[in-house]
């Protein structure tokens, strides 16, 4: 069964994310990009922008985003909580005593997975676009699926560690019996995600951004260890990403809830 409420949600979850983090989602692309030798803390970055382009340029790339952004959450948590039920309707609950390591819930796991690809193939060509607004670079529309496969894989993994960890903190919250808002626990699994899966972003901005025409992934992941860039840009984004998804997921629970009372 299709989880329309679901959709919903998911689709203001993506707005709220890009309106909250943009920011700082811009000072992460242009640290990952940079590189080499250019150590730029994050206070020069962020002055030197502003210095340049004002508070719009914090902004650039966020318009993409925006129009894609309600698209691609509401397509990882739709597809997220219809996959649920239906793996529950032909193989029953999982036991958890069956959960893989005593607390990963295989059932989350395939969701999940499917979730990460259903966002990525809406993503891809959007996400393409912000980064080269960002960069201030110019691109055509061949190029409108550059680094799809990169989003694609990346988004795979990325909510499917996000719902895992969500999934598991319930777990631990439900038997110390303590509750936490939203916002810490959508923040703090987000962090968890993205943290797991960071080396994977740094390639797929790189590949996205222009500059390494030519070079396949294994090239770029490899280039980025031998440079050390391999977690580049992972305090911003470890920053965006905790304030963005906490508020989004406080947005999202409030449509979910309103919507499950009206429909």
Not at 117 to 128: A, D, H, K, N
Request: hydrophobic share 45%; charged share 15%.
């Amino acid at each position: 069964m299709i989880s329309v409420e679901s959709f919903v949600a998911g689709f203001a979850y993506g707005g709220t994310t890009v309106l909250v983090g943009q920011p700082l989602e811009t000072l992460k692309t242009l640290t990952q990009v940079a590189g080499g030798t250019n150590n730029a803390s994050l206070v020069q970055t962020a002055t030197n922008l502003y210095s340049t382009a004002g508070v719009r340029g914090f902004y650039r790339g966020g318009m993409p985003l925006l129009l894609g952004g309600g698209l691609m959450r509401s397509a990882q948590f739709g597809v997220y909580q219809s996959v649920v039920p239906v793996l529950e309707g032909n193989y029953g609950r999982t036991d958890p005593n069956n959960y893989w390591f005593g607390c990963i819930n295989p059932h989350v796991v395939a969701a999940g997975w499917a979730g990460g690809i259903g966002r990525g193939l809406v993503e891809g060509p959007f996400e393409m676009v912000k980064v080269r607004r960002q960069l201030v670079s110019g691109w055509h529309f061949r190029e409108i699926f550059q680094g799809f496969g990169a989003t694609l894989f990346r988004n795979s993994f990325l909510f499917s560690g996000f719902v895992i960890y969500m999934d598991i903190f319930k777990q631990q919250m439900e038997v110390r019996e303590v509750t936490v808002t939203p916002f810490v626990k959508a923040g703090i699994c987000a962090n968890l995600a993205w943290l797991t899966i960071w080396p994977l972003d740094v390639i797929k901005t790189r590949r996205q951004s222009g500059k390494y025409d030519g070079k396949t992934l294994i090239w770029l992941l490899a280039d980025a260890v031998r440079k050390g860039d391999i977690y580049r840009g992972l305090s911003v984004g470890m920053l965006r990403s905790f304030i963005a998804n906490g508020a989004s997921m406080e947005v999202y629970t409030v449509v979910e809830r309103e919507m499950k009372k009206r429909f």
